[in-house]
C-alpha cells in the first residue's frame, strides 16, 4: 500500500500543499499520515478534496489567522508606547505615561496574565476548519486517515484515525499495538484532533476534547512529539512511503541561535524532531535488513522510502500566514517539486 507523509511547518504548509497538488495528479495513496499543519492538508486529501486544499491556500491570508487576544495586543502597544517615551518631549510624556496607565488596569491582575494559555485567537482556524472538514466525505473515502497530537494531560503523542472498512483487520492490528495509544476518529472527534494536531504551543490555546472512549485531555501540536510520522505509515500497513518536508535536506546540524525564550523552544523542537525522524528511518531500514536476509538472494525492498523537500530554506516563517505572496510562492514551488519525488537511499 501506498502512503503519504506530511510533516508540520506552519505557513509552511503551502509548499506542501502544493507537492501534495502535484503528486495527486499522477499518484493514488491509501493511506495519508499528517502532522500540524500537516494533518489538515492530510485530511482534505483524505477526503479526495484535493481542489479545496489549493483554494484554502490561495486564498489563506485572508483569514487573518494571527490575531493576538485582547492581552497580548495591549502587551504590544505597551511596549511600544515604552519605546517611545524615552524621545518624546516633556508634554508628549506625559501623554505617554497616561497611555501606559491606562493599557496596564485594562491588563486587569497580573495573576490573569500568568494564566494565559496562548497567545493568538483560535476563532480563525477553528472557522477554517469547520469550512473544510467534511466527515461525510472521510467516511465515504478508500483513503486511511492518520493524524498526531500531543497529550499535554498524560505526557504523551498519540494518534486518531479512520480506516475503510475493507480494511478492518489493519486497522485492529494498528489500533492494538503495544506501547501506543490510538484511538478512531468519530463525527464528533474529526473536527478537534486535527484542531489539536495543529495548535502550536504557546501560539494556540490547547485543546480540550474526549477521544473514542476515554476522558476529556489537553492536546498541543503533534509536531512536538512526532512531526513526520513514518511509523505510523508502516503500522498503517504501507510498503512504499512518499514523505513531504519544508526544510531542504542538509548533513550537518543545523546552527541556530538561542537568545530568547521562543528561539529556545523552536531550536529544542528541531532537536526531538530530528531524532524521531532518524528512529523512523531506522524502522524502515530495519525492516528492509530483516526481509533481505529472510528471503535471501531475492533482497525483496519492503518499505520504498520517497522523499520531496525544498531545495533552499522557503521564504515564510512559521506563523507567516498573512503573507499572500509568499504562500503562493512557496504553493508554486511544491507543485513543480512535487513532479519529481527522490528515493530515500539507506546506507
Known amino acids: 500500500m501506498r502512503a503519504l507523509v506530511l510533516s508540520g511547518g506552519g505557513a509552511r504548509g503551502a509548499y506542501e500543499a502544493g507537492v501534495v497538488t502535484s503528486l495527486c495528479k499522477t499518484n493514488q495513496f491509501d493511506i495519508v499520515c499528517g502532522t500540524s499543519i500537516g494533518a489538515i492538508n492530510a485530511s482534505l486529501v483524505a477526503q479526495g478534496d484535493i481542489d479545496a486544499l489549493g483554494r484554502l491556500w490561495h486564498g489563506i491570508a485572508a483569514r487573518d489567522i494571527i490575531r493576538y487576544i485582547p492581552q497580548v495586543g495591549i502587551l504590544k502597544d505597551m511596549v511600544a508606547t515604552v519605546g517611545t517615551v524615552g524621545t518624546d518631549n516633556a508634554f508628549k510624556k506625559i501623554g505617554d505615561l497616561l497611555h501606559l496607565w491606562h493599557d496596564y488596569r485594562a491588563l486587569g491582575a497580573p495573576a490573569n496574565l500568568m494564566r494565559l494559555r496562548g497567545a493568538v485567537s483560535s476563532d480563525p482556524v477553528v472557522q477554517i476548519l ?17 493524524v498526531t497530537g500531543t497529550n499535554l ?6 494518534g486518531f484515525f479512520r480506516f475503510h472498512a475493507s480494511r478492518a483487520a489493519i486497522q485492529a492490528t494498528f489500533a492494538g499495538k503495544a506501547g501506543a495509544t490510538r484511538f478512531p476518529l468519530m463525527a464528533e472527534t474529526y473536527n478537534s484532533a486535527v484542531r489539536a494536531s495543529a495548535a502550536i504551543p504557546g501560539a494556540f490555546t490547547p485543546v480540550n476534547f474526549a477521544p473514542a472512549g476515554s476522558i476529556a485531555f489537553d492536546y498541543v501540536d503533534g509536531g512536538v512529539a512526532n512531526n513526520t510520522p513514518i511509523g505510523l505509515a508502516v503500522d498503517a500497513g504501507a510498503t512504499d512511503v512518499t514523505v513531504v518536508f519544508m ?5 550537518k546540524p543545523r546552527q541556530q541561535t538561542a537568545n530568547n525564550i521562543a528561539q529556545i523552544a523552536f531550536a529544542s523542537y528541531d532537536v526531538m524532531q530530528q531524532k524521531i525522524l532518524e528512529d523512523d528511518l531506522k524502522l524502515a531500514d530495519t525492516v528492509n535488513n530483516l526481509a533481505t536476509k529472510t528471503l535471501g538472494e531475492k533482497k525483496k525492498i519492503v518499505i520504498d522510502l520517497w522523499s520531496v523537500r525544498p531545495n533552499e530554506p522557503l521564504g515564510l516563517s512559521v506563523l507567516g500566514f498573512n503573507d499572500q505572496a509568499a504562500l503562493d510562492a512557496a504553493f508554486a514551488q511544491g507543485l513543480q517539486d512535487g513532479q519529481a519525488p527522490q528515493r530515500v537511499t539507506f546506507a
Request: glycine letters at 4%; hydrophobic letters at 20%.
Open 247 to 251: 526544510d531542504p535536506s542538509d548533513t
Open 130 to 146: 469547520q469550512d473544510c472538514l467534511d466527515w461525510q466525505k472521510l467516511q465515504a473515502s478508500p483513503t486511511t486517515l492518520v
Open 153 to 158: 494531560t498524560r505526557g504523551t503523542t498519540e
